[in-house]
């Protein structure tokens, strides 16, 4: 029966993967339009800063009530008491969240002036103009957001993850689709208006899935309900822990502008959405199905199950994550030039953004153990480590952006995410690893260190094969040919190592193949 279970659960999460591949494509389009189109001008930074702020305050305000909250009180709500008093708690919070998303977004567009100051480190008088403005157009996303988030959050509590994986292909087609045919006639004030449509569909492409379910929106507003209350109870614990990625952003952004004369702006945020992109596909998809697992579980009270499948989702995570480390600092070059390169942005730019991404690889490992790590906290409604967690890993990111900022520009900003990644990680594995039961025992240890050998193993000819590779035809299609030849090259490499020292990931999907091949 585990073993049943473990398969649709593999299943489900390959096929995220590949739903959250296909928004994260589009999402890659949509910024290479960008670039293109405004390449890394004062038009491109001062948007790009813009679109940040509000969803800055989502994230700071609602982020920690949808996911750490929300979904944990839900599922025990679901469990114990059956789908009606569910629905009637999912229809309260969204009651609640759209209340609260329309306050937030009428103070942003009211302050959209001093916000466009503090998020952007200029004294050029027409740029702050232009931010203010876009700011004020696009603060109604967080609008938008509190409802999409809020079906996201009901739509994996009852065991849909496909619809959720999907909406942000929903909007990236949307801003496409705006840059394809009237970007020229529009300009900037069209895109901000393409982004706002983006997200209000967002929301609305999950209202069919929900009404299949049973679910249908009753308007309710009351402060008294216990499993509220004990939602806004658990939230001051948890909201520094879904903070540190939008902050450490906003800071990076902060200091960006002060690099290359604004440029460094869009140099650190193509770069980390483009590694967010790579990196989210696999752990976003695990995290995505881990954390209801994990709330089922806590509110069944299978601790033994718990533990194994947070340690078999480690484990099975970072067998990816580590290679996918070295892989994309070797390739971080031609794909820059690949997915930005042309247009308005020139080499310059490209090589810049290239050693961005670069940095922002060594942080994969722990951005993908600080997001499984924070699920199993919060699926136990415990929130206080995280909590100071947070915090730390944060004042460690403003504190290196400072010290290396000067000294390595822009690719200074990248290693203080990277490392603020790391601390995060490790302060949230210390306590687990004291608890009774050790976390990463002595098993769990040696399958990583394999795993981090055989991505060494991997790295070295990949690299000889991308330097070959690279001169050999020019252009996008040189571009792509290097980038897939050496993808393949590292990936059989890593496979046969893998398999030569006898991780069982590598030994598991070899059956699998010999399975599917005698089918």
């Known amino acids: 029966m585990a073993e049943r279970e473990e398969g649709v659960q593999a299943r489900t999460i390959s096929v995220l993967m590949a ?40 994230d700071v305000v609602f982020a920690s009530a949808i996911s750490a ?8 709500v679901l469990t114990q008491k059956g789908r009606k008093e569910a629905f009637r708690l999912g229809s309260l919070f969204l009651t609640v969240m759209l209340l609260l998303a329309a306050v ?27 931010t203010a403005k876009l700011t004020r157009m696009l603060f109604p996303t967080a609008l938008f957001t509190a409802a999409a988030f809020s079906f996201v959050g009901l739509l994996q509590s009852l065991g849909n993850f496909h619809v959720p994986a ?8 949307v801003v ?18 393409a982004f ?49 990625q939008p902050i450490n952003s ?39 199905v881990l954390f209801p697992t994990l709330s089922r579980l806590t509110a069944a009270g299978e601790e033994a199950a718990f533990d194994d499948t947070l340690r078999q989702s480690l484990r099975g995570c970072l067998f990816f994550v580590l290679p996918m480390t070295a892989g994309l600092a070797i390739v971080a070059q031609p794909l820059i030039g690949l997915v930005f390169g042309g247009g308005a942005y020139s080499s310059t ?68 995410a990277s490392a603020s990644a790391g601390t995060y990680a490790l302060l949230l594995l210390i306590p687990l690893q004291k608890r009774g039961k050790a976390l990463v025992n002595g098993a769990l240890l040696g399958a990583l260190l394999r795993m981090a050998l055989a991505a060494v193993i991997m790295a070295v000819p990949s690299w000889f094969v991308m330097q070959v590779v690279s001169g050999m035809v020019g252009g996008k299609l040189g571009l792509l040919l290097t980038l897939v030849v050496t993808a393949a090259v590292g990936g059989v490499c890593y496979a046969l190592a893998a398999w030569a020292l006898g991780l069982d990931e590598a030994k598991a999907a070899l059956a699998a193949i010999k399975r599917k091949r005698g089918g």
């Open 69 to 76: 909250c929300f979904i944990p009180v839900f599922s025990e």
């Open 196 to 244: 706002l449509i983006g997200w209000f569909l967002q929301a609305a492409v999950q209202v069919p899935s929900l009404r299949k379910l049973g679910y249908r929106y009753e308007p309710r507003l009351t402060w008294k309900d216990e499993n509220l209350k004990k939602m806004f109870l658990l939230m001051p614990s948890v909201m520094v822990s879904t903070w540190v």
């Open 104 to 130: 937030l977004s009428g103070a942003g567009m009211l302050f959209a002036e001093p916000l466009a100051q503090l998020f952007s480190d200029t004294a050029d008088v027409e740029a702050l103009a232009l």
């Open 349 to 416: 730019d490209v090589s810049r953004t290239a050693e961005c991404l670069a940095a922002a690889a060594l942080g994969m490992s722990g951005f993908a153990v600080q997001n499984i790590l924070s699920r199993a906290y919060f699926a136990r409604q415990r929130g206080k480590i995280p909590l100071l967690a947070g915090a730390v890993s944060i004042g460690a990111n403003l504190l290196l952006c400072q010290l290396w900022s000067g000294s390595m520009q822009a690719q200074g900003l990248a290693l203080a």
């Open 176 to 193: 496409i689709g705006y840059y394809l045919l009237f970007n020229e006639r529009f300009g900037m004030m069209g895109l901000a208006v």
């Open 19 to 58: 739903l959250t591949l296909i928004g994260k494509v589009l999402g890659l389009l949509r910024e290479r339009l960008l670039a293109v189109n405004y390449g890394s001008g004062v038009e491109a930074s001062a948007f790009l800063t813009a679109s940040q702020i509000p969803r800055l305050f989502f």
């Open 166 to 173: 999907l909406i942000s292909a929903v909007s990236n087609g």
């Open 250 to 288: 906003s800071i990076a952004t902060r200091y960006g502008w002060g690099i290359f004369d604004g440029a460094g702006v869009n140099m650190i945020g193509h770069a980390n959405n483009l590694y967010l992109v790579i990196a989210g596909v696999l752990v976003l998809s695990i995290t995505n």
